[in-house]
């Protein structure tokens, strides 16, 4: 079965302090990537993708992800934060079948 | 750029009654969708559609319709709501399916609460 998992459910971090935000997937196909962000009370937007390439991509907001196949995983990282990236992040994947999410990571940045 | 439109945003429902969530979009998206959010559970499909006529089933499809008479429109009907039908519905639509479904543009949201 395909599957996505988020390996935190919350994240504290300090601001200007940098952070990783975990990505599992398990697949027998190849997938595609993604990661979303979600403000409070917004619907959800498109923060980057991986569909073939390089395997680091960027997005928007000075985030990036690393597509790791033997690993499985695809890792949101920043290497400073700001107190506006306080929202919740979801990794999705999709395959063979329409877009799988992960359950999210809410991210919570200290001042 | 109106992009994804949902409506109602806010409704409470008694258990039992019915009711339809609109969605429309203005962007010539042929897939559209729709997921529920509920607290650490992420997302659920519910239903899709991959252009006007066709419809599929997504994870969580029971206690809920779908129809996709032209591209614009996708709404979402509740035949008996149930308290367990509480949640956040988004509908969400992408240009194409393939790897560009994954690429979806979402509405903001509409909060449904069933007593």
């Known amino acids: 079965a395909q599957s996505v998992t988020q390996l935190d459910s919350q994240v504290p971090v300090f601001e200007e302090a940098p952070v990783e935000l975990r990505c599992n997937y398990s697949?027998?196909?190849?997938?595609?990537l993604f990661w979303y962000v979600q403000y409070p009370n917004q619907g959800l937007q498109l923060l980057l993708k991986?569909?073939?390439?390089?395997?680091l991509v960027k997005g928007i907001n000075g985030f990036e992800a690393e597509f790791n196949k033997s690993q499985t995983s695809f890792h949101l990282r920043k290497p400073s934060v700001h107190i506006s990236d306080t929202a919740e992040y979801f990794c999705?994947?999709?395959?063979?079948?329409?877009?799988?999410f992960g359950k999210g990571t809410r991210l919570s940045v200290i001042a | 750029n109106a992009g994804v439109t949902q409506t109602p945003k806010f409704q409470v429902l008694k258990t039992g009654q019915s009711m339809t969530l609109q969605c429309a979009q203005d962007?010539?998206?042929?897939?559209m969708s729709w997921y529920r959010q509920d607290p650490g559970m992420g997302l659920r499909l519910i239903h899709y559609?991959?252009?006007?006529?066709?419809?599929d089933q997504g994870e969580v499809p029971n206690g809920y319709n779908v129809s996709r008479s032209t591209t614009e429109d996708f709404p979402l009907r509740l035949l008996s709501a149930a308290p367990s039908q509480t949640s956040v519905y988004f509908c969400?639509?992408?240009?194409?399916?393939?790897?560009?479904?994954?690429?979806?543009?979402f509405g903001e949201g509409s909060r449904l609460t069933v007593l």
């Open positions: 962007m010539n998206h042929e897939y």
């Open positions: 697949s027998s196909v190849s997938v595609y």
């Open positions: 999705a994947f999709s395959g063979n079948t329409p877009l799988v």
């Open positions: 969400a639509s992408s240009p194409s399916g393939g790897p560009q479904a994954g690429e979806l543009f």
């Open positions: 559609s991959v252009g006007a006529g066709i419809t």
């Open positions: 991986y569909l073939s390439g390089s395997t």
